[in-house]
């Protein structure tokens, strides 16, 4: 795994910031928005952001492993 510098730490806190402020319905085009910058998908931008402590809130599948 490779250490992110710290422009990206900081653009990722604030992402997290701005999700978890975020009523229903209003994230989708924030994570969209973070995936151009970033250049990766959501699934990768959702792995990033539990690097810098943010949890979106969901449960693990049952039916996992």
């Known amino acids: ?3 992110p510098n710290l ?3 900081d653009y990722l806190r604030q992402i997290a910031a701005e999700l978890t ?3 229903h319905g209003k994230r989708g ?3 969209k928005r973070a995936c151009a910058y970033l ?3 959501s699934a990768g931008l959702y ?3 539990s690097e810098v402590g943010f949890t979106s809130g969901r449960k693990t599948r049952s039916d996992k492993g």
């Open 1 to 3: 795994m490779s250490n």
């Open 7 to 9: 422009a990206e730490l």
């Open 21 to 23: 402020e975020a009523g």
């Open 29 to 31: 085009p924030i994570i």
């Open 39 to 41: 250049t990766v998908s």
């Open 47 to 49: 792995r990033r952001l």
